[in-house]
C-alpha cells in the first residue's frame, strides 16, 4: 500500500469502527422486556398478622421481614435466620414470630448449618436463636406461648440426613433465662405424630398441663415436667384394637380441665373416645411412674361426627357433638350419658358462645349455633336444661343460602356467614334476625381485629377493600379503593404506636412483598403510603447470607 | 462481558500494531523516478503530538460481598475515553492533563441475572510520563471526579425497583505506554502517533448507598416509599488496557 493511499478518511473510519466495537463491548442499555420475571426464586410470601406488625418470611433465603407502620410510614426490618424454613406463626400471647429453620445438610459446595427455633420480635428486639438437635418439620406451642414441642409430621417428615428419629421431639420452654430443648421420644404403637394439643392446667393431683400427641390410631400424653420435677412415663392410649382394620385419625381434642380428662374425636370412625384421668394412690404412682392412669372410653355421638364442644349451663359439664346425622348429641362426661335431640339439618359448623351480659339483665347462659353446609338454615340453641327441654329450645331461621363458613364475634352480638356465592349473611345472635350482605365482586375473606372490634374487613378480588360495621341493627358497609387486591388485614393497637394511633395495614398479594398503610379510625386513599418489593431490603448488606 | 471488552481493545491494540506495521513496510518502498513522492514534497518538520485520545477497557476488582449481587464475580468490566493534552515537555520528560469518561456495568449473577448494576464516571487529572526509550513511555497519573452507579432489580414480585448513587473518587495509577514514532498519513495532514499503554491503579471513594424506589409509579397510585439497598464499595483496585491515537 502507498502511504499517500491512506486517506483521513479511511482513519476516521477506522476510529468510527473501534469505537463502535468498544461500545458494543460495553453493552450499552439492554432489553429489559426479558427481565420482569423470576428476580429471586422465592416461595410465596405469606403475612403473619402479629400485635404491633406484619411478618413475612422468605422461606427460600431464610430472612424475614416485620412490617410495621410507625407514625404512618410503612417500613421493613429483615431478620435473618435460618434456611429452610419449615414453619413459622405468631406466638401465642406475645408480639413475636416463631420461626423454624431446618438449616441446610452440607456437602462438598454447601456449608453444613444446623437448625433452629428462631424468636423474633416484631418490636425490634434482639431475636432468639435455640438451636435444636434435629430437623424437625413442624412445631406446636402451649397457649400461652411459653412451650414450643417441635417434632416430625408425618406428612413431611424427611430430614434430609443419613437417619432420623421421627418420634423424636424437642421441648422448648421459652420462659427460662437459658433456653436449652429438651429432647424426648415418644413411644410409638408403628406410627409418628401428626399433630400435638398442650392441655390447660388440669386438675391433676398435682396441677399442672399435658402434651398430647396424635398419630395414626393412637395418642400419646406426656408430661410437660417429664425428666425434670419428676420422672413420669409417656402413657400411649390405642384408639382401636388390633384387630380393627380400622384407620383413625385424631383430628379434634377437648379438654375437661375439672373432669380432667380429654375428648378425642377422629376422622375413619364415629365414636367419640374419652380419656378419663383416675388420680392413683403413691404406691400406684411408684409403679405406674404417674399420678394417674388414663381410662379409655368410646361415646356413642351419631353417625358421623364433625364438631364437639363443652360446656357448662350450671348442670355440670357436657360435651355438645354435631355432625351428618339430624341430631344434637348431648353427652354427660361422667356418666358417658348421652341424649339426642332430633334438628332439621346436618351440622357442618358448630359455635357456642356466652352472651354479654347486660345492665339489670340476669346471668346470660350458653347458646350455641347450629350451621349446616347443605341446608339453608341455621339452629340456635340455648343450652340451659338442654337434656330436658331438648327441643323446646332449639329455634330454626332461614337463610338466603347455604353456608360455606362461619366467623363468629360473640362480643359484637353478632355472626357472619359466608355463601357460596360470596356474599355474606350476618346473624343477630340476640334477636336472631337474619341481614343479608350482597357483593357484586364477590367476598374471599373476612378479617377483624381486636384494636377495632366494631369492624369487619372484607378480602375482595377487586381492588377494593370493604368494611362492615358490626353494630347489631345498624350494619353499616363502605369500600376503600386501594392499588391492588388486598389479602390479608391487621389493625395495630393504638397503645402499641410511638403516636397512639391504630394504624391498618393491607397486605397485598406480591412475592417482592406489597403493604398498603392507612390510619385505621379513618382510612382513606388520599393519606396511605405503600411499601413495595421491600423484599429487596438490605440487600446488598445481606448478599453474602442469601449467596451461599 | 469481560471478554467482550478485552477482545474489543485487542482489537483497537492490533489495529494500532498494524499500522505501525505497515509504515515501516512504507519506509522500504522505492519510488520511481517518474512519482513524486512524499519526501519530495516541501513539507513542516513534524512535531511531537501535544493531543492525545483514548479508548481504554478495565477490569475493576470489588473486595466487598456486595459485589455478589451485582456481578457473578469479584471482577467488572468496563471501558471509556480519554483526552490528554501534554502541556509542558521539558526533555524526556511530560505533563499532560486529562479528562477521562468512564463506564462499567454488569448483570447480577445472584438472582438468574435479574439485577443489572450500572456506572459511569467522569474525572480530570495530570499525567506525568517519562521516555525511558524511543517507544516506551512509563507514566503516573492521578484522577479525581464523579461515579454515578444505579442499580435495577427487575421483577422484585410485581415491581422494578431502581436505586442510584454519586460519590467523589480519587485514582492514582501507573502504567507503561507503548508508542509509535509520530508520522503523517496523509498528505498535508498533522502527524499522528499510536499507543498501546496497560495501566494498573487504586480508587479511593466513600461507598455507594443506595435508596430504591419503583422504577415507574402509575400516575394516580399511593405513594411508594423508598428501601435501603444497602452499600457498596466503589474504592477497588483496577487494571486498564488502552490504546490512544496522539496528534
Known amino acids: 500500500m502507498k502511504p499517500g493511499g491512506l486517506t483521513r478518511r479511511h482513519v476516521l473510519t477506522a476510529f468510527a469502527l473501534l469505537g463502535a466495537a468498544h461500545v458494543g463491548a460495553c453493552g450499552g442499555d439492554f432489553d429489559t422486556s426479558d427481565e420482569s420475571q423470576g428476580w429471586g426464586a422465592r416461595s410465596d410470601l405469606k403475612a403473619v398478622p402479629l400485635d404491633s406488625a406484619l411478618a413475612f418470611v422468605d422461606a427460600t433465603h431464610g430472612t424475614a421481614f416485620m412490617v410495621d407502620a410507625h407514625l404512618g410510614t410503612p417500613h421493613a426490618r429483615p431478620i435473618e435466620v435460618g434456611h429452610t424454613v419449615a414453619k413459622y406463626e405468631k406466638r401465642n400471647g406475645k408480639d413475636e414470630l416463631l420461626v423454624l429453620s431446618r438449616g441446610l445438610v452440607g456437602t462438598r459446595d454447601v456449608k453444613d448449618e444446623p437448625p433452629a427455633l428462631w424468636v423474633l420480635p416484631a418490636a425490634g428486639g434482639v431475636p432468639v436463636k435455640v438451636p435444636l438437635d434435629a430437623r424437625y418439620t413442624s412445631f406446636a406451642q402451649s397457649a400461652d406461648g411459653t412451650f414450643v414441642m417441635l417434632f416430625f409430621a408425618e406428612t413431611n417428615a424427611k430430614a434430609g440426613e443419613v437417619a432420623f428419629n421421627p418420634n423424636q421431639m424437642a421441648l422448648v420452654n421459652l420462659s427460662t433465662p437459658t433456653i436449652a430443648p429438651r429432647t424426648l421420644t415418644v413411644p410409638s404403637l408403628g406410627g409418628v405424630p401428626t399433630a400435638i394439643d398442650f392441655s390447660p392446667v388440669l386438675a391433676l393431683k398435682q396441677p399442672r398441663p399435658l402434651v398430647l400427641v396424635r398419630s395414626k390410631n393412637y395418642v400419646t400424653l406426656l408430661d410437660l415436667l417429664h425428666g425434670q420435677a419428676e420422672n413420669r412415663e409417656e402413657i400411649s392410649i390405642p384408639l382401636t384394637l388390633p384387630e380393627d382394620g380400622r384407620t383413625l385419625f385424631p383430628v379434634q381434642v377437648e379438654w375437661d380441665v375439672v373432669g380432667p380428662g380429654v375428648f378425642i374425636r377422629v376422622s375413619g370412625g364415629s365414636d367419640i373416645f374419652s380419656v378419663r384421668f383416675a388420680p392413683l394412690d403413691e404406691a400406684a404412682t411408684a409403679v405406674a411412674k404417674n399420678d394417674f392412669r388414663a381410662v379409655l372410653s368410646q361415646l356413642a355421638a351419631g353417625t358421623s361426627p364433625s364438631s364437639m364442644v363443652l360446656y357448662n349451663a350450671g348442670e355440670g359439664t357436657r360435651l355438645l357433638v354435631a355432625g351428618a346425622d339430624k341430631a344434637l348429641f348431648v353427652i354427660d362426661p361422667v356418666s358417658s350419658r348421652t341424649v339426642q335431640i332430633p334438628i332439621e339439618h346436618e351440622v357442618g359448623w358448630l359455635s357456642v358462645w356466652t352472651p354479654v351480659a347486660g345492665p339489670g339483665a340476669g346471668e346470660p347462659t350458653p347458646q350455641a349455633l347450629l350451621l349446616p353446609s347443605k341446608a339453608s338454615k341455621a339452629t340456635f340453641v340455648d343450652l340451659l336444661k338442654l337434656e330436658s327441654l331438648k327441643t323446646r329450645n332449639l329455634e330454626v331461621v332461614n337463610l338466603t343460602a347455604p353456608a360455606t363458613g362461619l366467623s363468629p364475634f360473640p362480643a359484637q352480638g353478632l355472626a357472619v356467614l359466608q355463601h357460596m356465592d360470596r356474599s355474606l349473611t350476618v346473624l343477630d345472635l340476640a334477636a336472631r334476625t337474619v341481614s343479608p350482605i350482597r357483593s357484586d365482586v364477590g367476598i374471599g375473606g373476612l378479617r377483624a381485629s381486636g384494636a377495632t372490634p366494631s369492624t369487619l374487613y372484607m378480602l375482595t378480588p377487586s381492588e377494593r377493600l370493604g368494611l362492615l360495621t358490626l353494630v347489631p341493627g345498624r350494619l353499616g358497609v363502605s369500600d376503600i379503593r386501594l392499588d391492588a387486591p388486598a389479602t390479608e388485614v391487621l389493625v395495630t393497637p393504638a397503645a402499641l404506636e410511638p403516636d397512639m394511633v391504630s394504624r391498618l395495614l393491607v397486605v397485598h398479594a406480591d412475592n417482592g412483598g406489597y403493604v398498603t398503610v392507612m390510619n385505621a379510625a379513618t382510612p382513606t386513599r388520599e393519606t396511605a403510603k405503600s411499601i413495595r418489593g421491600f423484599v429487596a431490603t438490605d440487600l446488598l448488606s445481606r448478599t453474602e447470607r442469601n449467596v451461599p | ?247
Open chain 2, 1 to 247: 462481558m469481560k471478554m467482550i471488552h478485552l477482545t474489543g481493545v485487542f482489537c483497537v491494540a492490533a489495529a494500532g500494531v498494524c499500522g505501525a506495521g505497515m509504515a515501516h513496510a512504507a519506509n522500504t518502498w522505492r519510488p520511481s523516478p517518474h512519482v513524486r513522492t512524499l519526501q519530495e514534497v516541501p513539507e513542516d518538520p513534524i512535531t511531537p503530538p501535544r493531543l492525545s485520545l483514548e479508548l481504554f477497557g478495565n477490569t475493576a476488582f470489588v473486595k466487598d460481598n456486595a459485589y455478589r449481587l451485582v456481578s457473578s464475580d469479584r471482577d467488572i468490566g468496563g471501558g471509556g475515553a480519554a483526552a490528554m493534552f501534554r502541556f509542558w515537555a521539558p526533555g524526556r520528560v511530560g505533563l499532560s492533563g486529562r479528562i477521562e469518561i468512564a463506564g462499567e456495568d454488569s448483570r447480577g449473577g445472584t438472582f438468574e441475572g435479574t439485577t443489572k448494576y450500572e456506572s459511569s464516571s467522569l474525572g480530570a487529572g495530570l499525567m506525568l510520563d517519562v521516555t525511558v526509550y524511543r517507544y516506551l513511555h512509563p507514566y503516573v497519573q492521578v484522577t479525581g471526579g464523579r461515579s454515578t452507579a444505579e442499580i435495577n432489580l427487575y421483577g422484585v414480585g410485581s415491581s422494578n425497583l431502581r436505586a442510584s448513587d454519586s460519590v467523589l473518587y480519587g485514582t492514582g495509577a501507573a502504567g507503561l505506554r507503548f508508542v509509535t514514532q509520530p508520522k503523517r498519513w496523509w498528505t498535508g495532514g498533522r502527524a499522528l502517533a499510536f499507543s498501546v499503554y496497560v495501566e494498573g491503579g487504586y480508587t479511593l471513594a466513600p461507598d455507594f448507598s443506595f435508596e430504591a424506589k419503583l422504577r415507574s409509579v402509575p400516575e394516580g397510585d399511593i405513594p411508594a416509599e423508598t428501601l435501603p439497598l444497602g452499600g457498596l464499595e466503589r474504592k477497588r483496585a483496577h487494571s486498564r488496557l488502552g490504546v490512544a491515537v496522539h496528534f
